[in-house]
């Protein structure tokens, strides 16, 4: 696997690869089991060559407040190298933010989504995060021209945010939402999770048990008011501090009553809001399967599986039920369909 660090040498990569398909995933660097399971999907033949898979790490300013853990967030580039390796990376683009953003962050054109897919959730309580995502993966983009991007189910409103950025801007590649890697307990893995003292991640195992209960308790047509209360309730008994609880639509994030996503962001009793881990659960609106599935998704039992992944939970899925810990990387629900494109990025002129 080759380390590339500088905007020259990722041109040269980039020029000795033919017409090889390039699947792209885009990281902050931590990486850990679900990294590397993005990566193996990456790599895996879709049809004709196969792709060569490139990986970035990069610690984006832009997407951190004020008062969040930029300076603290683990960076350990020789660890994370050694990890895309394993799982199958041709190439690790790892740039600082001066060669990213040559002109300074001041003076940057940046992007910023629609205002309604950012008005809940996390974007509610971290103004101006999403613009920062949407500009540095616009801007990656735009120098590596992949074929494919593939991004965790984890961050669920990220992925319909740089969903809807992409298509909105005509952007030449293919999404592509991955399911949430978990630890035996059910935690979604997470680069944050390193933070937890043994004291604060014992606590953190009340994450999916109580959002396994919510699930199961969720009639096809009953309000979600009440669930949500409850679902409130149970995470402060278990001496978490809830930010927010809330029930929106997974496809458009806006607020909806009943059968949609619910998503709850809290810090635990003493941790910091650096500190946040995130849950997902896909729940069917009938008969629940009773063992959690790829990604932690229950679905519905007998639902057709196709090959596709993203089709089949749009077929067999409409409710979501997710909890989202500090306030961050919200939410999880159905994916939606990748959409088609008719030209790659090789195509373009873009610099």
């Given at each position: 696997?080759?380390?590339?660090?500088?905007?020259?040498?990722?041109?040269?990569?980039?020029a000795e690869g033919n017409?090889?398909?390039?699947?792209?995933?885009?990281?902050?660097?931590?990486?850990?089991?679900?990294?590397?399971?993005?990566?193996?999907?990456?790599?895996?033949?879709?049809?004709?060559?196969?792709?060569?898979?490139?990986?970035?790490?990069?610690?984006?300013?832009?997407?951190?407040?004020?008062?969040?853990?930029?300076?603290?967030?683990?960076?350990?580039?020789?660890?994370?190298?050694?990890?895309?390796?394993?799982?199958?990376?041709?190439?690790?683009?790892?740039?600082?933010?001066?060669?990213?953003?040559?002109?300074?962050?001041?003076?940057?054109?940046?992007?910023?989504?629609?205002?309604?897919?950012?008005?809940?959730?996390?974007?509610?309580?971290?103004?101006?995060?999403?613009?920062?995502?949407?500009?540095?993966?616009?801007?990656?983009?735009?120098?590596?021209?992949?074929?494919?991007?593939?991004?965790?189910?984890?961050?669920?409103?990220?992925?319909?945010?740089?969903?809807?950025?992409?298509?909105?801007?005509?952007?030449?590649?293919?999404?592509?939402?991955?399911?949430?890697?978990?630890?035996?307990?059910?935690?979604?893995?997470?680069?944050?999770?390193?933070?937890?003292?043994?004291?604060?991640?014992?606590?953190?195992?009340?994450?999916?048990?109580?959002?396994?209960?919510?699930?199961?308790?969720?009639?096809g047509s009953a309000p979600?008011?009440?669930?949500?209360?409850?679902?409130?309730?149970?995470?402060?008994?278990?001496?978490?501090?809830?930010?927010?609880?809330?029930?929106?639509?997974?496809?458009?994030?806006?607020?909806?009553?009943?059968?949609?996503?619910?998503?709850?962001?809290?810090?635990?009793?003493?941790?910091?809001?650096?500190?946040?881990?995130?849950?997902?659960?896909?729940?069917?609106?009938?008969?629940?399967?009773?063992?959690?599935?790829?990604?932690?998704?229950?679905?519905?039992?007998?639902?057709?599986?196709?090959?596709?992944?993203?089709?089949?939970?749009?077929?067999?899925?409409?409710?979501?039920?997710?909890?989202?810990?500090?306030?961050?990387?919200?939410?999880?629900?159905?994916?939606?369909?990748?959409?088609?494109?008719?030209?790659?990025?090789?195509?373009?002129?873009?610099?």
């Amino acid at each position: 696997m080759e380390l590339l660090q500088t905007i020259a040498e990722l041109r040269r990569w980039l020029a000795e690869g033919n017409a090889a398909p390039l699947h792209f995933v885009p990281t902050m660097g931590a990486l850990h089991a679900g990294h590397q399971n993005l990566i193996r999907r990456a790599g895996q033949r879709r049809s004709g060559a196969q792709p060569r898979v490139l990986v970035s790490v990069f610690v984006n300013p832009l997407q951190f407040g004020p008062h969040e853990d930029f300076a603290r967030y683990p960076r350990d580039l020789a660890s994370d190298a050694q990890l895309a390796a394993a799982a199958g990376a041709d190439a690790l683009f790892a740039p600082s933010a001066a060669e990213l953003y040559p002109e300074g962050e001041a003076d940057l054109t940046r992007i910023q989504p629609p205002e309604g897919l950012q008005r809940g959730l996390c974007g509610a309580r971290r103004p101006g995060h999403f613009n920062g995502v949407a500009t540095v993966v616009v801007r990656l983009l735009a120098l590596i021209r992949p074929d494919r991007l593939l991004l965790g189910e984890k961050d669920w409103q990220q992925l319909v945010i740089l969903r809807r950025v992409v298509a909105d801007l005509g952007l030449p590649v293919q999404v592509e939402g991955c399911p949430t890697q978990r630890e035996p307990d059910g935690l979604a893995l997470s680069s944050r999770n390193r933070y937890l003292n043994p004291q604060q991640r014992h606590q953190a195992a009340a994450l999916p048990r109580i959002l396994r209960a919510a699930a199961e308790g969720l009639a096809g047509s009953a309000p979600m008011a009440p669930l949500l209360s409850r679902v409130r309730q149970q995470l402060e008994q278990a001496q978490l501090v809830v930010d927010y609880v809330e029930a929106t639509d997974p496809l458009n994030l806006q607020p909806r009553q009943q059968r949609v996503v619910a998503a709850v962001a809290r810090d635990r009793g003493g941790v910091d809001r650096g500190r946040r881990l995130a849950e997902l659960l896909v729940v069917g609106l009938d008969a629940l399967d009773d063992r959690l599935v790829e990604g932690g998704a229950l679905v519905l039992r007998g639902a057709v599986r196709h090959a596709d992944r993203d089709r089949a939970l749009l077929q067999a899925t409409e409710v979501v039920v997710e909890l989202h810990a500090g306030g961050c990387n919200a939410a999880a629900s159905t994916p939606q369909r990748p959409t088609p494109w008719s030209r790659c990025w090789r195509g373009w002129s873009w610099s």
